[in-house]
């Protein structure tokens, strides 16, 4: 996400770089060398329209069948400069939802098959204020709740758009609120950033200066899904085909539950939050790459796969890897100011010998890491936008989902847009059913590992998930450990 943000900064002012040169490039003036002016990356700069095709991950969505798709958002909340106005934030909504072509999408489903539609800007901004000053604390609290509720479920993708916003004034101490919601077909982790900082820019212009410019667009949503459409039909996507049929052995043995006393679903749900201290979180992150040769997946492949294979009692770990999905894959085509959903999910295996020591344990699954085709970039055009890739709904699927977030707090200013990581109102469906038996989320915050393990009551005892927690947090210490032993 930092990266993305550098790239995006270093646009305005004409300099053109790429991700993948950020890595290449240790130092500014390393960078300033790389710097060139392409004339392939040219991106559209007015209003984008017109049907698109859906991407892999909206393609996976709509395979779930899910009962209430209106109803599957991410969301926001921030803190506002008590100067702003309305006006300004209504404007400012407009001029985002502009900006930002798949925020205007619409969908429509003609029998089993889904259309997606970007429209032009509505004449009617989806903008409200809500005053809940006068509220006592518990008070206020209730009535944000009710309205995030209610603005959850507002959503209709078959009239769009995708976006909900809505200001609330709060009694003082307490600054205005904004409480942002965008349906996940339009939106993703990385995407939020460059949201919420495009709306503070445009807020804080509008305020001051009574205009606004937005920054140069990147590759719009609709050019990327066409160029996703064209790779699907690729042969060099083909190719990849015998490595997932084959990525996981024919019989593996499935995750053990504790009940099966109902649905698998949002409804059911449980997190639990693990936070790691500072010390570890440093030397996962500094000590261990440097010492150990890896990479921080490398770190939570290796102690996932050895917690997983002692909580179940046999080798072998099969998990559905979640990744940003913005790689530099199509020549000319760029997303470091793009808003939208661009995720990859594919699956990955490894099996450890448990009389291996860590250090063997760690140049097993960094193998098995490097040895998956484009960082498994293929895997859902290949199954849902090929006539192949329905093969691969014979194979073994992975029970458990694994994402790493990275720094979610560095990625945003302090102060005015700040995300408060406060309460938004439930994002799903209660109904939606739970893709995995288990899903666990990783990122950085404020220093420290903040790890999260979801799990449905309707199939696991929490002291069930807590055990493999606990594995899980073993095997980090020892990686830790090894690191500084060498």
């Known amino acids: 996400i930092l990266i993305i943000q550098i790239v995006a900064r270093a646009a305005e002012k004409g300099i053109h770089l790429t991700a993948k040169q950020m890595f290449q490039a240790q130092t500014i003036y390393d960078l300033c060398l790389l710097d060139e002016h392409h004339d392939s990356f040219r991106p559209e700069q007015g209003l984008v329209t017109g049907p698109v095709p859906l991407t892999p991950i909206q393609r996976w969505f709509f395979a779930q069948d899910p009962p209430e798709p209106n109803h599957f958002n991410q969301a926001m909340a921030v803190d506002l400069d008590p100067d702003l106005t309305e006006d300004v934030v209504r404007e400012a909504t407009g001029l985002v939802l502009a900006q930002h072509d798949v925020l205007r999408a619409r969908y429509t489903r003609d029998g089993d098959e889904w259309r997606q539609y970007v429209g032009g800007v509505p004449e009617e901004v989806p903008f409200e204020r809500i005053d809940l000053r006068g509220l006592s604390r518990e008070e206020e609290a209730a009535a944000f709740l009710a309205h995030a509720e209610r603005v959850q479920r507002s959503i209709d993708l078959a009239t769009g758009p995708l976006l ?15 409480l942002l919601v965008v349906h996940h077909l339009g939106v993703d982790a990385v995407s939020w950033p460059i949201l919420i900082e495009d709306l503070h820019d445009v807020c804080r212009s509008l305020q001051h200066k ?70 570890l979180t440093s030397a996962l992150l500094h000590e261990a790459p440097a010492a150990l040769g890896t990479q921080i997946m490398d770190v939570f492949m290796t102690a996932l796969a050895g917690a997983v294979q002692e909580w179940k009692g046999s080798r072998g770990l099969l998990v559905n890897v979640e990744g940003h999905g913005r790689d530099e894959v199509f020549e000319g085509a760029n997303l470091f100011a793009t808003v939208g959903w661009f995720t990859t999910l594919y699956p990955f295996y490894v099996e450890l010998d448990p009389a291996e020591g860590v250090r063997a344990h760690l140049e097993r699954t960094k193998a098995a890491l490097a040895g998956i085709p484009n960082k498994g970039f293929g895997y859902l055009p290949l199954r849902y936008m090929t006539h192949e890739g329905g093969r691969l709904a014979d194979v073994p699927q992975a029970e458990i989902a694994f994402n790493y977030f990275g720094r979610i707090d560095s990625a945003y200013a302090e102060g005015t847009f700040a995300p408060t990581f406060t309460e938004t109102g439930p994002t799903m469906s209660p109904a939606m059913p739970r893709a995995h038996l288990l899903e666990v989320n990783a990122s950085v915050a404020r220093g420290r ?27 980090l210490a020892e990686i830790v450990s090894a690191a500084r032993s060498s």
Request: avoid cysteine; aromatic fraction near 8%.
């Open 164 to 178: 909900r916003v809505a200001m609330f004034d709060r009694s003082p101490p307490h600054v205005p609120g904004l």
């Open 210 to 279: 009574g205009e606004a410019k937005l920054p140069p667009k990147s590759t719009s949503f609709k050019a990327w899904a066409q160029k996703m459409e064209e790779y699907a039909r690729s042969p060099l996507l083909l190719r990849e085909l015998d490595y997932w049929m084959t990525v996981a052995p024919p019989h593996l043995e499935p995750l053990p539950v504790d009940r099966e006393s109902g649905p698998n679903d949002v409804a059911s749900a449980v997190t639990v939050h693990r936070p790691a201290g500072t010390d």
């Open 449 to 475: 590992l903040q790890m999260q393990w979801t799990f449905s009551r309707n199939r696991h005892d929490q002291s069930s998930v807590d055990r493999l927690a606990d594995l899980f947090d073993a095997r």
